[in-house]
């Protein structure tokens, strides 16, 4: 299936667009929650912050559960913490029971938390064999082409056959623990939110195969069965 681009004129329509996409696809969804699967960064903030000031009331947060892609080794309180700023933004102003939402537990140990939360995913979709469906994860794209955080050079951690794996920022150092290929590619949807010059390039590699774009882990996002769109910014779009 093609993938979807989808190009804005800034961040704030991006992060519009991906909002109101978002909840449509909670209100397709006849029956059963809706999980969803989010990213951490800065691109998020702006679809966070459009989600609390005009969506609010638009969700029936109730069927909605909310788990992580990857997640910084750091307390929840650090500013560092994909879910700490998750919740700060968003997550504390919706009228959603705590059992909906799913932290990693930054401050534990990496790779025991890496296979805690893999259980808690199987468990909570009650599949032990096949690998869980999520019915959307947000992506974004890091300026080296990473993903989540599966960094280039990494490519055992990638094609793991395990859901979450434990990495290492390659400039920082900071550990991370972070979904693998095998758990993104299932999902039903996949939204990459890209904004800003610093990713054209890379971008441009990606979308449009670029010789040698393989080493992105990025173009590794191939849904098996799901639809994956690009929402992006004219200056990530710069070279498209
Ligand atoms: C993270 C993210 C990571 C992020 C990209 C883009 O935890 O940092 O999951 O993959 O999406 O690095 O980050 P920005 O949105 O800050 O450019």
């Known amino acids: 299936m093609q993938n979807k681009v989808k190009i804005f004129k800034n961040p704030g329509e ?3 667009d991906a909002a109101l996409n978002f909840k449509s696809l909670t209100k397709v969804k006849k029956s059963g929650n809706f999980n969803v699967l989010l990213s951490g960064g800065n ?3 702006l679809l966070f912050e459009y989600i609390r000031e005009h969506l609010l009331k638009e969700f029936k947060w109730e069927h909605i559960h909310f788990f992580w892609g990857d997640e910084r080794c750091v307390p929840s309180d650090h500013p560092d913490s994909n879910y700490g700023n998750a919740n700060t933004i968003l997550l504390k102003y919706l009228d959603i ?4 939402i ?3 537990i930054g401050e534990t140990h990496p790779y025991l938390e890496a296979d ?3 259980k808690i995913i199987h468990d909570h979709f009650e599949e032990k064999e096949n690998v869980p469906v999520f019915d959307l994860v947000f992506l974004g794209l890091g300026a080296d082409g990473h993903v989540a955080s599966l960094f280039p050079g990494q490519d055992m951690i990638f094609h793991s056959n395990r859901l979450f794996e434990v990495t290492i920022h390659p400039e920082t150092g ?3 623990i972070t979904a ?3 758990l993104i590619n299932q999902a039903t949807n996949i939204y990459f939110l890209v904004a800003g010059e610093k990713k054209a390039f890379v971008l441009n590699r990606i979308i449009n195969k670029v010789k040698g774009f393989e080493k992105y882990p990025a173009s590794g996002i191939i849904p098996v069965n ?4 690009w929402f992006v910014d004219k200056a990530a779009a710069t070279y498209l």
């Open 97 to 100: 029971p705590t059992s909906s």
């Open 14 to 16: 991006l992060a519009k």
């Open 102 to 104: 799913h932290p990693i």
């Open 43 to 45: 691109t998020p903030v």
């Open 226 to 229: 799901g639809k994956l769109t």
């Open 116 to 118: 805690r939360y893999s």
């Open 174 to 176: 900071q550990n991370r």
């Open 180 to 182: 693998t290929s095998k």
